[in-house]
């Protein structure tokens, strides 16, 4: 799942296609058309649904047609790559324990929209990411990884955002790899 950029979801795809992340990838959800991430899907060859939360009355309904496509697709994990969305008890019931997130800060610490600012505000010198499960208590689910990225007294937002992707984009495939056992069905 992803709303944006979605450098992520193509660090997901470039492990899976070298081989350090056995996985495969049945779909991608977006929730923006034309997102960058749905321009790196079709680039990819990538199955792509665009589930569009404007449509929808509440977040239960997105919740419950994004439950269903998982479904019918025969996902065993989803992971919200940037999907900048909260998710109801929908979804984390359906996929319980395998729902993943990753959040651009060390959890517990800056939960919710932009972290990198928040980080940034509190004068950190050390942030990072966080790879979890996702539970209904927002960016507070079990933690399955971080990497840890220095913040320097000359950064601003980019160029600490940025650091901190470089990070991500190695942290979200190995923390599938390192977690694929638990999740494999049969
Ligand atoms: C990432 O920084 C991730 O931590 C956050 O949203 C951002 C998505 O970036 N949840 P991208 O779309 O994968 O480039």
């Not at 509440?58 to 697709?73: K, P, T």
């Not at 079990?142 to 990070?167: C, E, G, M, W, Y």
């Amino acid at each position: 799942m992803a709303s944006g950029n979605g450098s992520n979801f193509e660090a997901i795809v470039q492990a899976i296609n070298t081989g350090r992340l056995g996985a495969e990838i049945p779909l991608l959800v977006v929730n923006n058309k034309n997102c960058g991430a749905q321009q790196r899907a079709d680039r990819f060859g990538i199955h792509l649904e665009v589930v569009d939360h404007r449509s929808y009355p509440n977040r239960e309904a997105l919740d419950r047609q994004l439950v269903s496509l998982f479904q019918s697709h025969q996902v065993d994990v989803v992971v919200m790559a940037g999907w900048m969305r909260i998710v109801t008890d929908v979804l984390v019931k359906a996929f319980p324990e395998r729902l993943v997130n990753i959040h651009p800060s060390l959890l517990p610490s800056f939960r919710g929209l932009d972290a990198v600012g928040q980080a940034l505000k509190a004068g950190v010198s050390i942030s990072g990411c966080t790879v979890h499960i996702v539970t209904t208590e927002l960016d507070a689910g079990p933690i399955l990884a971080q990497a840890a990225v220095p913040v320097f007294a000359t950064d601003n937002h980019d160029s600490l955002a940025k650091r901190v992707q470089q990070q991500e984009h190695v942290l979200l495939p190995a923390t599938l790899q390192q977690n694929a056992h638990r999740w494999r069905q049969g």
